[in-house]
């Protein structure tokens, strides 16, 4: 149950409904898991700072179960993220930032329970 957070001093505007599920498509495809696992929230329009410049970027948080767990594994998932964000948003590699989050089971709630029970 993948949760994909992207932060952007972006515009709202830059992100229609069919953005976001193409992020989803990417999301699953790099990640090895179906695209009705994952859970994607985009927060446009927020005053950020990468590398001592307010220049258009994006920030996105990427937290799984069993699949951010490793560097090699990040390396692929990043190179993949990075080739879609690059092209769909026209910006720079360097403008781009990812944080790969593991997580365990018993960290995700869902229908009342955690997901090492269900």
Do not use: Y
Request: hydrophobic share 40%; proline share 7%.
């Amino acid at each position: 149950m993948p949760f994909i957070d992207l932060e952007t001093n972006l515009p709202a505007s830059k992100f229609p409904e069919d953005f976001l599920k193409r992020l989803c498509t990417t999301t699953a495809l790099a990640l090895g898991k179906p695209e009705d696992r994952i859970n994607l929230v985009v927060k446009a329009d927020l005053p950020m700072l990468i590398a001592c410049s307010c220049s258009p970027c994006v920030m996105l948080s990427v937290s799984a179960i069993g699949v951010t767990d490793t560097a090699d594994k990040n390396k692929e998932h990043s190179a993949k993220i990075f080739q879609f964000l690059t092209k769909e948003l026209e910006l720079s590699e360097d403008r781009i930032v990812i944080r790969f989050h593991p997580l365990e089971p018993w960290q995700v709630g869902k229908k009342g329970t955690v997901m090492s029970f269900l």
